[in-house]
C-alpha cells in the first residue's frame, strides 16, 4: 500500500522501527468514531489491539462488520480513518497531555474494576491513580438540586475527605460539583472525577476550574480518549465505572428519573453499601433519592452515618477542617481574605466565578471561603456564597 494512502509503512507493532505497546492501538481504536465500549469489546474478543488496527488498516470490511457489528458506513469509516491515522502519534498526544492509557489486564489498571461485570477494556488517566488505594464514596445527585441539596452534599464531600476518604463524582453540575467542592476546601484526601468525555472537553463548561483542580490534585478517569466529545450516551456508561470504584454511593438528591439512580443501582449491582439523603416529601429533588430509601436503600441524616457507612472511625482519623496550624479564622488584615471579599462587589458568587476574579488556586480560595464563613463574613448557600457586613444581600438572590 502507498505512502499516499496513509499507513506505515513499518510493519503491525511498529513505528520507525520502535516497538508500539498495546495503549497505543487501544488509544487508536478508542478514536475511531462511533467506536463505543461494547463495539471495542466485540473486537478485541477476536483481536490483539494491534491485530485489530491492521485488519481496519488493510480494508477487511467485511470482517470487521461482522465482529463488531456495525453496519457498512460505519465500517468504512472506521478502514478510511484507520488508513490515514497514526497509532503513535495518537499515543503520543495523550502522553505530551500527561495522559496515562491504562489497558485492562495490566499492573497500571484499577485493582477496583478487576472482576467486575463490565470492565473497560482501556482507561485513560490523569493524576495521582493510587488514589484508588484509599477508601472511596461516590456521592452524586441530580444537576437542578436545591440549596439544601447542595449544602449537604459540600459537607458530606469535605467530611469524607478530612477522614482520607477519596470522594468520587461525575463532575456535573448541582450535587456532583458540590461535593468535590468540599472535598478539596477539607485539605484531605483529593477527589475522583470520572467523566463522560476527553479529558480535554471539559463539560460542562461551567465547571473548567473545578475539572482542572480535580486533574491537579486528584485524579481524572474517562473510557474516552483525548478529543471525544460529550455524548449523552457516555454519561450512563460512565455510572457504572463510578459505582465500580467506590467501597459505597451516596445519592443526595434525585427527581424521580435521575441519572443517580442510575449509579445506585449500578453499586447494587456490584454489592455496593448505598445510602441517600431523605429530603422533603413535597420536593421533586428528592422524590428519587426518598424512594431509594423506601426501597431499602440506609438512610444518610449526618457524617456520623457517613463514617458509619464506610467503616471508618471517628478516632481512627480526626476530622480536620482547615490545615494544621491554621487559625479557627481569617485574620481581617488577611491581604487574600481582602482580596476576596472585594472580589464579592456585594453580589452572590459560585467558587468557579471567584477563582476566575481572584486567580487564586481553588483548594486555597476554597479554604479561605470556609474560614471567612466561619468567621461570620460570608454566608454559603448552595454552590453560591454572599457577603455579609454593612451591605446585606437580599433573600431573593440565587443561590
Known amino acids: ?99 496515562t492509557v491504562r489497558r485492562r489486564g495490566t499492573s497500571a489498571y484499577p485493582e477496583r474494576l478487576i472482576g467486575d461485570p463490565e470492565p473497560p477494556a482501556v482507561l485513560f488517566s490523569q493524576g495521582e491513580a493510587a488514589l484508588l488505594e484509599r477508601p472511596t464514596v461516590t456521592i452524586v445527585g441530580t444537576r437542578r438540586c436545591t440549596r439544601y441539596g447542595a449544602d449537604v452534599a459540600f459537607d458530606l464531600g469535605k467530611a ?25 476546601a477539607a485539605d484531605g484526601a ?12 471539559i463539560y460542562p463548561r461551567e465547571n473548567a476550574v473545578l475539572w482542572r ?74 422524590a428519587g433519592s426518598n424512594r431509594l430509601i423506601a426501597e431499602g436503600a440506609g438512610v444518610l441524616c449526618d457524617v456520623g452515618d457517613l463514617l458509619v457507612l464506610l467503616d471508618i472511625s471517628r478516632t481512627r482519623l480526626p476530622l480536620q477542617d482547615v490545615p494544621a496550624g491554621a487559625g479557627d479564622s481569617a485574620p481581617v488584615g488577611d491581604s487574600t481574605a481582602v482580596a476576596i471579599l472585594d472580589a464579592f462587589d ?11 476574579r481572584t486567580g487564586l488556586d481553588l483548594g486555597e480560595l476554597a479554604w479561605h471561603l470556609e474560614n471567612l464563613n466561619a468567621s461570620g463574613l460570608l454566608a454559603r448557600r448552595g454552590l453560591w456564597y454572599e457577603r455579609r457586613g454593612e451591605t446585606s444581600v437580599p433573600a431573593g438572590r440565587p443561590g
Not at 483529593?190 to 472537553?201: A, F, K
Not at 456585594?346 to 476566575?356: C, R
Request: hydrophobic share 45%.
Open 1 to 99: 500500500m502507498s505512502p499516499e494512502d496513509g499507513v506505515a509503512a513499518s510493519p503491525p507493532g511498529t513505528a520507525g522501527g520502535e516497538t508500539l505497546g498495546d495503549e497505543a492501538y487501544l488509544a487508536a481504536l478508542s478514536s475511531l468514531a462511533g467506536m463505543g465500549p461494547a463495539r471495542l469489546e466485540r473486537l478485541l474478543a477476536r483481536w490483539e489491539p494491534a491485530e485489530a488496527w491492521s485488519v481496519l488498516a488493510g480494508g477487511r470490511l467485511s470482517e470487521v462488520a461482522r465482529v463488531a457489528r456495525v453496519g457498512e458506513k460505519v465500517g468504512q469509516r472506521w478502514v478510511s480513518d484507520a488508513r490515514r491515522a497514526d497509532p503513535a502519534e495518537i499515543h503520543l498526544r495523550h502522553s505530551r497531555s500527561g495522559v
Open 160 to 184: 469524607a475527605a478530612a477522614h482520607g476518604v477519596a470522594v468520587i463524582s461525575g463532575l456535573a453540575v448541582g450535587i456532583d460539583a458540590a461535593a468535590h467542592a468540599g472535598a478539596l
Open 346 to 356: 456585594w453580589m452572590p458568587a459560585t467558587l468557579e466565578m471567584l477563582a476566575s
Open 213 to 286: 483542580m480535580v486533574a491537579q490534585r486528584g485524579l481524572l478517569l474517562s473510557e474516552a480518549p483525548l478529543g471525544t466529545a460529550p455524548e449523552r450516551w457516555r454519561f450512563p456508561a460512565r455510572n457504572r465505572i463510578m459505582a465500580a470504584l467506590s467501597d459505597a454511593c451516596v445519592v443526595v438528591e434525585s427527581h424521580a428519573d435521575g441519572g443517580a439512580l442510575l449509579t445506585a443501582t449500578e453499586a447494587v449491582q456490584r454489592s455496593r453499601a448505598v445510602a441517600a439523603v431523605p429530603g422533603p416529601i413535597r420536593s421533586p429533588a428528592s
Open 190 to 201: 483529593p477527589p475522583v472525577g470520572v467523566v463522560g468525555s476527553g479529558l480535554d472537553r
